[in-house]
């Protein structure tokens, strides 16, 4: 058979134009496709074998090899793989056998100008990749059925190739790409280890290289002679390690491969804190080696760290390191492997996003792992705790943005509370397990630590009933309760917002005279203070929620947060401004004698002072910024002066 100049169907000439002018803007990943066309080839080769002995005669060692030449401007990816003969090259190279490709094309069309750069492999089109980096190149292959008889096609990524039949001695397939000008740097030894490394590190079939090695010059003694040139040797090198660690049986890991491996790929050098390895097989295949670490890293919020997460393999070669399609963000301290034999070889980001098997494998990662948390937490609680005051924080995102595992992390989440000692949690389980029979809801209360939140004048009621409060003290948690609205059907419900009556019916009852006659002794008192304080304050009333202090501020029932305003602000978000309830204690002697200045026209800038004093006090036990420092220390000078000297106006 002499040479046949062919054309390409025209949906191949439609692809090539979108893979090389289009399609990818990473263009190492040719590499990466043409070693997994390569390692392929060998597993066909390998199946072959079982039922013919005779595929293995001529080569019995299955390698694919890498070879840069400079000189001619070509690199060389070869295997001892399965082959092709003439029959075949048509079929593999020439067309793209693979349903829905004019779909395909179509949509590649329409949005090639915002296409992902990862999107090969899934119809057949990885070979192509080549032509991103080489204006020619030229395939050699043979059967192992074809004694001596192979089959060279050439083709410059245009509108036609050439095949010809030709000697090779050996079965396999040797791809030549002729490299362009601008893609030479694929020649340095370095950067083929580096692409090597990062995709195709786990190949179970070596890949090999012949690389340059340097050895200073010595002496008889073995030192190394000064200003002696080095020793140049070539040797052939495996550049991949080839351990898929998650491929093997738990039974035969040792502890210390796992931690070598988790140092791999975390770049962590602690032990990790938990190991999962486990597969799954049914509709969906996979295997997955998964580690929680230590602790976060320390840069775990900053930018865009949870590309370092899970990574995923198909079929041992790395398509991505975003875990954001196989690990909710609530997970993103995970580091570790998931390796599909479902999946298309290489998916895009929006593909990964809409493919039914990694959505299975992302369900069955996260109950996994919750259902880890959940054995730990029933079983070595000081253990659980201790990754609980790590992750904790990240951990209780989930509890808003995950609907159908909302339960699972609920039960997970652990608080301080005023029954717990400091240092101490509690789960929402047993606080609810420890409440009074005649307790409807489930009390918090969010600040800055727990000192903070003992320290708050709005526990005085519960405190003095023996009412449980869970301290909620990270900054994410006036964001979380808005999604933990209640557990068991109780609703949680927070101290400092709206109005707490904690008295039964009955005590309601007997205490409603005392409680007429209050509002009725200090009502000009609060007329006053509500004129004087003006807009800064919503309403000033009576409280039922003080038993020690003489003023507090309180929320409404559905505005903003004190402390979701103050994590707003060091965002520099810009907060609407915030009028709060001002609520008294008619039961504090500071109210008696304001009482007795509101009724005396003499006192009116007394009154006026001890109503702005008593407001900043509120600011100051809600950790709230003085809205005039120097107004306020001005006018604690003024009352100590006037307390010296027994003045009284």
């Known amino acids: 058979m002499g040479i046949r100049r062919r054309t390409f169907k025209t949906e191949v000439r439609q692809l090539l134009d979108l893979v090389v002018h289009s399609l990818y803007s990473n263009r190492e990943i040719?590499?990466?496709?043409?070693?997994?066309?390569?390692?392929?080839?060998?597993?066909?080769?390998?199946?072959?074998?079982?039922?013919?002995?005779?595929?293995?005669?001529?080569?019995?060692?299955?390698?694919?090899?890498?070879?840069?030449?400079?000189?001619?401007?070509?690199?060389?990816?070869?295997?001892?793989?399965?082959?092709?003969?003439?029959?075949?090259?048509?079929?593999?190279?020439?067309?793209?056998?693979?349903?829905?490709?004019?779909?395909?094309?179509?949509?590649?069309?329409?949005?090639?100008?915002?296409?992902?750069?990862e999107l090969i492999g899934q119809f057949g089109v990885g070979f192509y990749s080549a032509f991103m980096v080489a204006d020619r190149v030229t395939v050699t292959s043979r059967h192992p059925g074809d004694p001596a008889r192979g089959v060279r096609w050439t083709s410059e990524g245009t509108g036609t190739y050439a095949v010809e039949e030709v000697t090779r001695e050996k079965r396999g397939t040797d791809v030549v790409l002729h490299l362009k000008e601008d893609a030479l740097e694929f020649l340095d030894e370095w950067r083929i280890r580096k692409i090597v490394k990062k995709f195709s590190d786990f190949v179970e079939h070596p890949i090999r290289m012949e690389v340059t090695h340097e050895e200073p010059a010595l002496d008889d003694k073995g030192k190394p002679i000064r200003d002696a040139k080095p020793t140049v040797s070539r040797r052939d090198e495996t550049l991949n390690s080839r351990k898929a660690l998650w491929q093997r049986p738990r039974s035969e890991i040792a502890e210390e491969d796992y931690k070598q491996f988790y140092r791999h790929i975390s770049h962590d050098f602690q032990e990790p804190f938990e190991t999962l390895h486990w597969n799954v097989e049914g509709t969906t295949e996979f295997r997955a080696l998964v580690f929680l670490p230590q602790r976060p890293p320390m840069d775990m919020f900053i930018g865009d760290e949870r590309r370092r997460g899970i990574q995923l393999y198909v079929r041992r070669v790395f398509i991505t390191d975003n875990c954001e399609e196989l690990a909710p963000l609530y997970l993103r301290f995970l580091r570790g492997v998931v390796d599909s034999s479902d999946l298309p070889l290489n998916v895009s980001r929006e593909m990964l996003q809409e493919h039914r098997a990694v959505r299975l494998i992302r369900s069955n990662l996260v109950k996994k792992v919750l259902d880890t948390l959940a054995d730990m937490l029933a079983k070595d609680r000081e253990r659980y705790e201790r990754f609980w005051r790590e992750f904790g924080p990240i951990l209780k995102e989930?509890?808003?943005?995950?609907?159908?595992?909302?339960?699972?992390?609920?039960?997970?989440?652990?608080?301080?509370?005023?029954?717990?000692?400091?240092?101490?949690?509690?789960?929402?389980?047993?606080?609810?397990?420890?409440?009074?029979?005649?307790?409807?809801?489930?009390?918090?209360?969010?600040?800055?630590?727990?000192?903070?939140?003992?320290?708050?004048?709005?526990?005085?009621?519960?405190?003095?009933?023996?009412?449980?409060?869970?301290?909620?003290?990270?900054?994410?948690?006036?964001?979380?309760?808005?999604?933990?609205?209640?557990?068991?059907?109780?609703?949680?419900?927070?101290?400092?917002?709206?109005?707490?009556?904690?008295?039964?019916?009955?005590e309601k009852k007997d205490k409603e005279p005392e409680r007429k006659e209050a509002e009725a002794r200090f009502k000009t008192l609060i007329e006053k203070i509500r004129e004087i304080l003006g807009d800064k304050v919503k309403e000033v009333r009576l409280s039922q929620r003080l038993t020690e202090s003489a003023c507090c501020l309180v929320c409404d029932e559905y505005s903003i947060g004190i402390q979701m305003e103050k994590i707003l602000k060091a965002m520099h978000q810009e907060v609407p401004p915030a009028r709060r309830i001002l609520e008294l204690n008619p039961r504090h002697p500071v109210l008696e004698v304001m009482r007795n200045l509101a009724g005396n026209a003499a006192s009116a800038d007394r009154l006026r002072q001890y109503t702005e004093m008593l407001y900043d006090q509120a600011l100051l036990t809600a950790q709230l910024p003085l809205e005039d420092p120097l107004a306020f220390t001005r006018r604690v000078s003024e009352l100590m002066a006037a307390q010296a000297t027994g003045t009284t106006a």
């Open 30 to 117: 040719f590499l990466r496709e043409l070693i997994s066309n390569a390692s392929d080839a060998i597993d066909r080769a390998r199946f072959a074998a079982l039922s013919e002995a005779s595929v293995l005669e001529d080569d019995p060692e299955w390698v694919i090899r890498i070879t840069p030449d400079r000189e001619a401007g070509t690199l060389t990816v070869s295997d001892n793989g399965i082959g092709m003969g003439p029959e075949d090259i048509d079929a593999c190279i020439g067309t793209i056998a693979s349903s829905g490709t004019r779909k395909f094309l179509a949509e590649l069309q329409e949005r090639k100008e915002a296409m992902p750069p």
């Open 398 to 506: 989930g509890i808003h943005i995950d609907l159908e595992n909302r339960e699972k992390l609920q039960e997970l989440a652990l608080f301080g509370s005023t029954a717990t000692a400091a240092g101490a949690f509690t789960s929402l389980a047993e606080y609810v397990k420890r409440m009074p029979e005649s307790q409807k809801d489930i009390f918090y209360i969010t600040a800055e630590n727990r000192g903070a939140a003992e320290a708050s004048p709005h526990l005085e009621a519960l405190r003095s009933r023996g009412l449980e409060v869970l301290f909620l003290t990270d900054p994410i948690d006036e964001w979380v309760v808005q999604g933990l609205t209640n557990y068991q059907g109780r609703p949680l419900r927070s101290v400092a917002r709206g109005d707490i009556d904690l008295d039964t019916e009955e």
